[in-house]
């Protein structure tokens, strides 16, 4: 279960909205919050968090996509999803192609629709605006896989062909974890990692590149489990 996480939202009134909603939809969630690309960088830099929910105009020098930048070169692992007023659609895919495991729109609605999507991002889901998915814009194959109207935690992995190494790869990649990162949290070597793990991912999902992959995680409203914590015994 997600334990901490960072918001970062430079309008007092909205992180205050976002802080009430988080806590309606997970109310054990401590919830860590910066006004400024400087103060989420402290922080950043102090403590481990679980997600990072990240406005993209922090109105600085800086955006949150540089903040982006910053967590997946820093190798943090933790789920970043962007907050936006846009929907447009080639930032969506920029902020994915950066390390974002998740996009919601701000004023996407009223707030049980906001909390709907906060739901998805709690339930390991992979939450993009569903103006993504439409025919013939996103560059995936129609009808690669049937489409899930929920999250599903059980939806037959062994029969999809995902065995137990490749449902964790999957899991770190929809978290937007580069090969390197997910390379040394697994013990295995990066090449195992892109040309074995995630190739057999693309190749099974029918899709090209690894944008393409999150997008059809999300589509089909799949939950991939969360690996389980090794151990490391002395």
């Known amino acids: 279960m997600l334990s901490r996480v960072l918001l970062v939202e430079d309008q007092g009134l909205v992180r205050a909205g976002m802080r009430t909603l988080l806590h309606i939809v997970q109310p054990e969630v401590q919830v860590i919050e910066a006004g400024t690309f400087e103060e989420a960088e402290a922080l950043l830099?102090?403590?481990?968090?679980?997600i990072v929910f990240l406005d993209i105009e922090l109105r600085a020098a800086q955006s949150g996509l540089d903040l982006l930048v910053q967590i997946r070169d820093a190798g943090l692992p933790c789920k970043v999803i962007m907050l936006a007023a846009s929907e447009d659609r080639e930032l969506i895919l920029r902020c994915i192609a950066s390390g974002a495991s998740g996009y919601i729109v701000k004023g996407c609605g009223d707030e049980t629709v906001f909390a709907r999507t906060l739901a998805t991002v709690f339930q390991d889901g992979v939450f993009l605006p569903d103006s993504l998915f439409g025919h013939g814009e996103s560059g995936l194959p129609a009808g690669a896989l049937p489409i899930r109207t929920a999250p599903s935690l059980h939806p037959g992995w062994a029969e999809m062909g995902i065995a137990p190494r490749m449902l964790e790869v999957l899991?770190?990649?929809?978290?937007?974890?580069?090969?390197?990162?997910?390379?040394?949290?697994?013990d295995?070597?990066?090449?195992?990692?892109?040309k074995t793990y995630v190739s057999d991912l693309l190749r099974l999902f029918k899709v090209t590149r690894r944008t393409e992959l999150m997008i059809e995680v999300s589509r089909l409203g799949l939950r991939i489990p969360r690996p389980e914590v090794k151990v490391v015994k002395h």
């Open 171 to 186: 899991y770190y990649v929809c978290q937007g974890l580069p090969n390197k990162s997910i390379a040394r949290l697994m």
């Open 188 to 194: 295995i070597g990066e090449g195992t990692v892109r």
């Open 45 to 50: 830099a102090q403590r481990m968090f679980d």
